[in-house]
Each structure stands twice: as C-alpha cells, then as structure tokens.
C-alpha cells in the first residue's frame, strides 16, 4: 500500500477528472485501487511493484498540475506507459519545452518521447522526415514550427503542399479555378494552419504571397529559397515526384515530409516515393528521418488501439 499527501488540495479535481475518470485510466491500466483519505491518497493492490508505480505516476502528475499544465487522458496513459519502463522523470521533460502558441494563446506542447525527439530534429536539420501513423501529430508539428520560424523571422514565407492523388494530379480537369480545384485536396493543411493563425491572418498573409498552399504537380521547375515547406501525406508521392519536390530546396530553406507507410493509395506497381527516400537517404548531413509509433498517438486512446490492431494483423501477414 502506498500513500500520497496531497499538499494543495485544488490539484485534486483535475486530478481525478470528471466523473474520476483520470483516475480509473490509473487504476486500470496498473490494476490498483485509488482512494481519497483525509489529506492523502491511499494506492492498494495485491501487486505491490504495480502501487509504486502508480505512486510515481500520480506524483509527477501533481508536479505537472502545480506548472499549471493541464493533464487530459492520453497524457495519462503516456506517463502510466513510461513510468511501467522505469522513465517516468521524462514525463515532466516532455512538457518543458513550448513549441508554438496558437493564435489564441495556447501552448503548443510535445506530448510524447517521439513527439518531442521529431520537434527538436525539425530545429536542428534542414530537412526532415516525419513517418507515422494517423494522429501522432506528424502535420501539426511541423505547422507549428513552421509558423514560429515564420514569426521569429527565420523565413519570409511557409509553403504547404500534398500530392492530390485522388485527381491523378491532372487538375486542369477539375472544375472552378486553381483554388477551388485544390482546396479539397489540402483542406487538412488549411485546417492545421488556421488553428495556429487564426483565418484573418493567414488571408492577409496568403494575399501578400508569405503563405502558399498548393498541390504538388505545381512545385516543378521552381527554386524554395528562404522558405519552410511541408509535404504532406507524402506516401502517395512517386520517387520521381519526391525527387523534384526534394531538389526544390533553395536558400535559407527547410523542409519538412510526413506520412504514413501504411496509407499508401498509389495504384498498384507505383513505388512510394516517401518509402524509397527513407531507404536511401538515411547518410545525409542535416537529413533527419523520424518515427512515430503508436505510442505517439495523441487521439482518443481508441485510435492507438486501432492502429496497434492493424499492425499486429499486418505482422501476421507477413
């Protein structure tokens, strides 16, 4: 049995959580039992190693709650899962670095080891390939160190680009002009964008030419100087479209390419220009290449299930 004073007794409802919910995500995922006494908590189980545990997860919690950080439940199960490793003093290093504030004034913060090794490549490389599976935070990452360079003056202008697949890239065919023909393949960018500046401000940035969305057919034969660009979903990208977008690197530029091997929606025989990269690039100065995994996910705690199930099914396969 384990017992934890609590000194500030206004940590406590954000602690447990509505309805105790942050709680019962403690008491499930180590098989303990969690209760209020007095000015304490009191952890019991017939495992005792899985109690010291949970004493050390509820106790860097605490510290995180007296940073004023907020704690929700995928942060929860991140700390239960370092703590079951031995590294639960990472939990509060994660959080200690801000990456981005949103237009509204929140923070930006790595929630996850893969998460924060991925943000810290971003600033120290020149480019860098962010690879994972859907809602590790592989896109909104990279918007968010895109808008800070934007902000700090590193760059005078951010470029976001996807492959739009889905129309074979032949959008002259499409009707409406050139951003009616785009939107809906980019609609995910402007998303992730309008979160970190608000709409106001990237209209007036877009009008003034400081911020480009555009689809991939429309980087060839161009020179990015002094830009931050990201590709996007760039597993549906061919080698031979990874390469031009690659060798469009000019001056005072960075580039950021994610993707998720695992979605590939080029038609069968085509080679993934984001796989073939991966594969052969691995050796270059200030070209870092990242992972994510499940444990990144920073979605409802269903997703990473999801993702772990399809990939233990993809393994069987194999």
């Known amino acids: 049995m384990e017992y934890i004073n609590i000194e500030n007794s206004e940590y406590l409802t954000e602690l447990f959580g509505m309805r105790d919910e942050n709680i019962r995500i403690i008491e499930d995922e180590l098989n303990v039992r969690i209760a209020l006494r007095d000015d304490r908590l009191v952890v019991d189980s017939e ?4 109690a010291v545990i949970a004493n050390r997860v509820i106790k860097r919690l605490i510290n995180l709650l007296a940073r004023n950080e907020k704690i929700d439940r995928s942060r929860i199960r991140y700390a239960v899962e370092l703590a079951k490793e031995g590294r639960d003093e990472l939990i509060e290093e994660i959080m200690s670095d801000v990456v981005a504030i949103t237009y509204k004034g929140s923070q930006i913060r790595c929630k996850t080891l893969g998460q924060q090794k991925y943000v810290r490549a971003m600033q120290n490389n020149t480019v860098v390939f962010g690879v994972g599976p859907a809602g590790t935070g592989k896109t909104y990452l990279a918007m ?23 129309a074979g890239e032949k959008l002259g065919f499409l009707p409406g002009d050139l951003q009616q023909k785009v939107d809906p ?29 555009a689809p991939l ?6 020179t990015l100087n002094d830009a931050y660009v990201i590709l996007d979903e760039a ?16 001056e005072g530029s960075k580039m950021v390419i994610t993707g998720d091997l695992t979605q590939i929606d080029l ?52």
């Open 267 to 318: 038609p069968e025989g085509k080679t993934s220009g984001l796989k073939h990269a991966i594969n052969i690039l691995g050796s270059i100065d200030k070209l870092q290449i990242c992972h994510l995994t499940a444990k990144d996910v920073v979605r409802h705690e269903i997703v990473m299930n999801i993702i772990k199930a399809y990939d233990k099914s993809n393994e069987q396969k194999r």
């Open 47 to 50: 495992d005792n190693e899985k």
């Open 144 to 166: 968010a160190n895109a808008v800070m360079a934007f902000k700090n003056k590193e760059i005078s202008k951010i470029i976001l680009t996807r492959p739009a697949v889905e």
């Open 235 to 250: 597993q549906n990208t061919t080698v031979e479209q990874m390469k031009m977008f690659l060798t469009r690197l000019g």
């Open 185 to 213: 393949y980019l609609r995910p960018l402007y998303d992730a964008i309008y979160e970190m500046m608000g709409v106001e401000a990237y209209q007036k940035l877009w009008e003034r030419g400081a911020i480009e969305v």
């Open 217 to 222: 057919a429309y980087m060839r034969g161009r």
